[in-house]
C-alpha cells in the first residue's frame, strides 16, 4: 500500500552529532489512516450496543417470559410493556400484546384482553397468526357470554379463510358459544358436524333431556294449578297451589251461585286471581331455576373435569 | 504501517474480548433498570393511567436516589386512584424542592377536601394559613366549605368578600339557600292528611301515593258505613278499623313524606354546591399539566 | 328491567376495569351462570320472634304462592317484621299501613325510588322513622346492593 523510505534509527545514543530527522509520515497518510481506524472504530462501537441492546431487549423478553409462564400475570403484564416500551426495532411488538392479551384473559379481564388482541392483531401480516388472533378473540366473546359477536366473527373467519382453517375448528368453538349462551340443543348440532359421537355432543344431549321445559311447567299450572310445581319437582308447592285455587274457586263460583255477585268478584278478582298467577309463575320460576341448576353442574363439569381445549 | 494495522486489529480484538466478557457475566436486562429507563418508563406507565404500574417504578428509583418530581407523581396516582389518605401521606414526604413542596400542599388540602370530612379541612387550611401565608388561594375554599355541612354561616357580606366578582352570584344563590332552606313542614303535612286523606302527601308531591290514600281510606269508610246503616254491626266494625288503619297510616305516612322531600331537595343542593366546586378546582391551582 | 339492569351492570364493569388499580391474581375457570341478587330481604333484624314465626308462616303458606306482586325490596311482609322490631307495635303498624298505600298506588307513579340489585325498587325502613337524622335520600342513578 504505502512505499515509505524509513530510516532506521537506532539507539540515539550512538548516534554522531547529526540528528536524523525521524520520517514524518506525509500527511495525506496520516488522514487516511485516522480515518480507518475511526471508521472501524465506530463500526465496532455500532456493532457492539446494537449487539447489547439486543441482548438486553432478549433478556427482557426472556425475563417477561418467565413470568407469564410461572402464571404471575399482572407482573408478567408490567415486564411485556416494559419490552414494548424499550424495544425501538418492534421485533416483539406482536408477541408482547399477544401475552399481555393472554395475561388479561387469565385475570378475566376480558376487556382489557380484547384491545391488546386487537393491536396484536393490527400488527401481524401473516393468514396464520391473523386466524389465531381472531379465534382468541372469539373465545374471550365466548367466555364473557357476548354470543352474537362470537357468532358473527366465527361466520366471517369461516367465509374470509375457507381454505386455511379446518372447519371443525369453527364448529367447535360455535359449539362452545352455544354452551355458554345456555342453548345446549345448537351445540349439540354443531358438535355432530365434527363427529357424531363427539365427548362434547354427548354431554350437549344429556344437558338437554334432563332440562325441564318450561313452556310445559308454565301450561299445565294453567290447566291444573299446582301440576306444573309436580313437574318440576316441588311436590308440596304445587299441592298447597292447587288447594288455595280450588278453595278460592269454589267461593268465587259459590258467590255467584248464590247471587252474591259483588261479593263474588271481590273474592275472585282479588284472591282468586292472585293465586292463581302465583301459581303458573312459580312454576315458570322452578322450572328456570331447575334448568339453571342443571346448566351449572354441567359448566362445573366442563371447567375443572373436561380435558379438550376450552375458551 | 504493519505495526499500525497489527497495533489497531489487536485493539479491536481487545474490544471484542471485553464484550463477550461482559456479556458472560452482565445481567441482561439490567440496562432496562437503570434510573434513567424507570423513570422514562414510569413516565409512560402514568400517561397511560396504570398508576400502580407507575408507583411501582417511581419507587425503586427513590430508593436509589431521591427526587421530588416522582414522588409528586408517586403522590398524585394515588390521588388519580381516588385513595386520599395514601395521597395526602405521599404529598408530605415531598420535602427539598420548593415549588413542589407548595403544589404538594395544594394537593394535599384538594385530597382532605376529597375525603369529606370539612372540619379537618378548615383545620388542614388554617394551619397552613398560619405557617406559609398563602392565605388568599386557600379563604375561598375555607368559606365555601362552609355551604358542605352543618356549620355556621358568617354574616353574607364579610361571606361574600373573599369571592370574586364573576363568583358572587352563584355563590349568593348558594348562601341564601343555606341560611334558610327552602323546608316543607312534616307537621302541616300530617295536619292537610287529618282534614282531606291524601292531601298530605299531595302538599309532599307523592301525588299519586295521596289520591291512593284517599280511595283507600274512602272506600272502606264508605263500607263501614254502609254495613252500619245496614244493621251489619260486626262487618262494620271490621270495616271503619280498616279505615281508621289506612287513615292514621296516611297521617304518618304523609309526615314521613314531607321529611323525605326534605331530603331530596338538600341532596340536590348538596350536589349542585359539589358541582360548581369541582368546576372551579376548588379554587386552587392545578399542577402543570404532568403528560405532554 | 332485568336486561337494562344487566347492561348497567356491564357497563359499570367496563368503566372501572380500564386501567388495573389494584393488583389481581389469576382467576380459575368458572363458567357458571349466576342469579343476580335475592328475592327475599334479609336483614339481621330478627329481634321479635314471635313476629318472625308468623311471619316465616304467612310467608309458607300464602305469599310463596300468590306470586310477585311487591314492587319493593324489603317486602311488605319483611317491612312490617323490620318496622316493628326497630320501633314498637303501633309505630310499626302505622308504618307498614302507608307502606300498603304506597304498594296499592294505582297510578304506579314509582320514578322517585332508587333500584335495588334485585330489580325491585328499594324503601328501606329507616326512611320513614319520623326521624330527620336517619333519612338516607338515594340518587336514583345509583343501584343500591
Not at chain 1, 132 to 154: G, H, K, M, Y
Not at chain 2, 35 to 44: A, E, K, Q, V
Not at chain 2, 253 to 268: C, D, L, R
Request: one cysteine or more; proline letters at 2%.
Amino acid at each position: 500500500m504505502f512505499t515509505q523510505k524509513k530510516n532506521v534509527v537506532l539507539n540515539p545514543r550512538f548516534q554522531s552529532g547529526v540528528k536524523e530527522k525521524k520520517m514524518k509520515y506525509p500527511k495525506w497518510t496520516l488522514v487516511r489512516l485516522g480515518i480507518w481506524r475511526s471508521g472501524l472504530f465506530s463500526i465496532t462501537f455500532l456493532v457492539f450496543t446494537s449487539f447489547m441492546v439486543a441482548q438486553t431487549i432478549d433478556g427482557q423478553k426472556k425475563f417477561a417470559d418467565s413470568l407469564f409462564s410461572i402464571e404471575n400475570y399482572f407482573d408478567a403484564i408490567t415486564e411485556y410493556k416494559r419490552l414494548l416500551y424499550f424495544d425501538e426495532s418492534n421485533r416483539f411488538k406482536y408477541e408482547s400484546n399477544l401475552r399481555i392479551a393472554k395475561s388479561y384473559k387469565a385475570g378475566a379481564k376480558y376487556g382489557d384482553a380484547l384491545k391488546y388482541y386487537l393491536i396484536s392483531r393490527n400488527n401481524c401480516n401473516q393468514d396464520s397468526a391473523i386466524i389465531n388472533i381472531e379465534l382468541e378473540i372469539i373465545r374471550v366473546n365466548i367466555l364473557r357470554r357476548t354470543t352474537p359477536e362470537a357468532i358473527e366473527s366465527l361466520n366471517k373467519l369461516q367465509s374470509k379463510y375457507a381454505g386455511k382453517i379446518d372447519s371443525s375448528i369453527i364448529n367447535y368453538w360455535r359449539g362452545w358459544a352455544y354452551i355458554m349462551a345456555d342453548d345446549w340443543d345448537l351445540a349439540s348440532i354443531e358438535f355432530a358436524k365434527i363427529k357424531s359421537d363427539h365427548p362434547l355432543k354427548m354431554i350437549s344431549d344429556e344437558v338437554e333431556s334432563e332440562k325441564y321445559s318450561v313452556s310445559f311447567a308454565k301450561i299445565s299450572s294453567l290447566i291444573i294449578p299446582g301440576s306444573g310445581q309436580v313437574y318440576t319437582g316441588n311436590y308440596l308447592s304445587g299441592i298447597m297451589s292447587l288447594g288455595w285455587n280450588v278453595l278460592w274457586g269454589y267461593l268465587t263460583i259459590n258467590a255467584f251461585m248464590t247471587e252474591r255477585a259483588v261479593e263474588g268478584i271481590l273474592i275472585g278478582g282479588l284472591l282468586w286471581t292472585r293465586f292463581y298467577k302465583g301459581n303458573f309463575q312459580n312454576a315458570e320460576k322452578f322450572a328456570i331455576e331447575k334448568n339453571r341448576k342443571i346448566s351449572n353442574k354441567a359448566y362445573e363439569y366442563l371447567a375443572k373435569k373436561y380435558q379438550g381445549e376450552k375458551p | 504501517m504493519n505495526t499500525i494495522r497489527l497495533k489497531s486489529i489487536s485493539y479491536l480484538f481487545m474490544l471484542f474480548s471485553l464484550m463477550i466478557i461482559n456479556n458472560l457475566f452482565a445481567q441482561k436486562r439490567d440496562a432496562l433498570l437503570s434510573n434513567n429507563n424507570r423513570i422514562s418508563f414510569g413516565n409512560y406507565l402514568f400517561c397511560d393511567r396504570d398508576y400502580i404500574r407507575a408507583i411501582d417504578e417511581f419507587n425503586a428509583v427513590l430508593e436509589k436516589e431521591w427526587n421530588d418530581s416522582l414522588q409528586f407523581k408517586i403522590a398524585t396516582s394515588y390521588y388519580r386512584m381516588d385513595m386520599f389518605d395514601k395521597s395526602i401521606s405521599e404529598f408530605q414526604k415531598i420535602s427539598t424542592e420548593v415549588n413542589l413542596i407548595k403544589l404538594a400542599s395544594f394537593e394535599s388540602i384538594r385530597s382532605f377536601y376529597m375525603i369529606g370530612d370539612y372540619n379537618i379541612l378548615r383545620d388542614k387550611i388554617s394551619n397552613y394559613f398560619i405557617v406559609k401565608g398563602e392565605s388568599q388561594k386557600l379563604s375561598k375554599l375555607y368559606n365555601y366549605s362552609l355551604l358542605m355541612d352543618d356549620s355556621e354561616l358568617p354574616e353574607k357580606s364579610k361571606y361574600l368578600i373573599h369571592f370574586n366578582s364573576q363568583e358572587r352570584d352563584k355563590i349568593s344563590d348558594f348562601y341564601s339557600w343555606k341560611s334558610d332552606p327552602p323546608y316543607k313542614s312534616p307537621t302541616k303535612g300530617a295536619l292537610m292528611s287529618a282534614v282531606i286523606p291524601g292531601l298530605g302527601k299531595a302538599y309532599a308531591g307523592e301525588v299519586g301515593d295521596g289520591i291512593t290514600a284517599f280511595l283507600l281510606t274512602g272506600l272502606f269508610t264508605y263500607l263501614a258505613v254502609d254495613k252500619f246503616q245496614n244493621d251489619h254491626t260486626t262487618s262494620g266494625w271490621f270495616f271503619a278499623s280498616v279505615a281508621a288503619f289506612f287513615y292514621a297510616g296516611n297521617i304518618y305516612g304523609s309526615a314521613t313524606a314531607v321529611q323525605n322531600y326534605n331530603a331530596g331537595i338538600k341532596f340536590n343542593f348538596d350536589n349542585e354546591v359539589k358541582l360548581y366546586l369541582n368546576e372551579k378546582n376548588q379554587f386552587i391551582p392545578t399542577p402543570k399539566h404532568l403528560c405532554d | 328491567m332485568r336486561i337494562s339492569l344487566f347492561i348497567i351492570f356491564i357497563f359499570s364493569i367496563n368503566v372501572t376495569a380500564q386501567t388495573d388499580w389494584n393488583r389481581w391474581e389469576k382467576v380459575e375457570a368458572d363458567y357458571s351462570i349466576k342469579l343476580v341478587g335475592t328475592d327475599e330481604s334479609d336483614t339481621g333484624e330478627s329481634s321479635s320472634s314471635t313476629l318472625t314465626i308468623l311471619k316465616d308462616g304467612y310467608s309458607f303458606f300464602i305469599s310463596d304462592l300468590d306470586g310477585d306482586n311487591c314492587p319493593f325490596y324489603p317486602t311488605c311482609s319483611s317491612f312490617f317484621v323490620e318496622s316493628v322490631s326497630e320501633t314498637n307495635i303501633v309505630k310499626g303498624t302505622l308504618m307498614f299501613a302507608d307502606r300498603f298505600t304506597r304498594d296499592s298506588n294505582l297510578f304506579k307513579t314509582h320514578e322517585h325510588y332508587p333500584i335495588h340489585v334485585s330489580g325491585k325498587l328499594y324503601d328501606p325502613t329507616y326512611n320513614y322513622l319520623l326521624m330527620d337524622s336517619s333519612i338516607i335520600y338515594h340518587s336514583r342513578e345509583k343501584i343500591i346492593n
